[in-house]
């Protein structure tokens, strides 16, 4: 399967915007679709997931309340819709799919993780 991030962009802190996630070259089968970001310097975090066998949703803790992990079966579509941006949030946002029944207990590792998109850069201006 093939990821495709995107949505990213130039936005003012306080505003909002949206990241998609689609996925090609097949079904889009998962345990789980997560979301992490990576600033310069810093290690790739944990941003939300979605988990297919309960529809949980899952939060990284410094956007809990602000952003919301979603998806659209017909679609083959997984969305980020992310407010109240801060400058903080500034990073590259990556979608990546896990597959195992591990990637659903362990959705806030990297390493649950086997599919990777390229990322897409969201940049907050204070």
């Known amino acids: 399967v093939q990821l495709q991030a995107y949505g990213g962009g130039l936005v003012q802190s306080g505003g909002s915007l949206r990241l998609s996630c689609a996925a090609s070259g097949g079904t889009f089968s998962f345990v789980v679709v997560g979301w992490f970001r990576q600033a310069p310097g810093k290690e790739r975090e944990f941003v939300a997931a979605?988990?297919?066998?309960?529809?949980?949703?899952f939060y990284g803790s410094s956007v809990k309340g602000r952003f919301t992990i979603s998806r659209d079966n017909a679609k083959n579509t997984v969305y980020l819709e992310m407010n109240s941006l801060e400058p903080e949030d500034t990073a590259v946002y990556y979608c990546?799919?896990?597959?195992?029944?591990?990637?659903?207990?362990?959705?806030?590792?990297?390493?649950?993780?086997?599919?990777w998109g390229q990322g897409t850069q969201v940049t907050v201006s204070s």
């Open positions: 990546a799919v896990g597959r195992t029944s591990d990637s659903g207990a362990y959705y806030y590792r990297r390493d649950a993780y086997a599919y």
């Open positions: 979605i988990r297919r066998r309960d529809e949980r949703t």
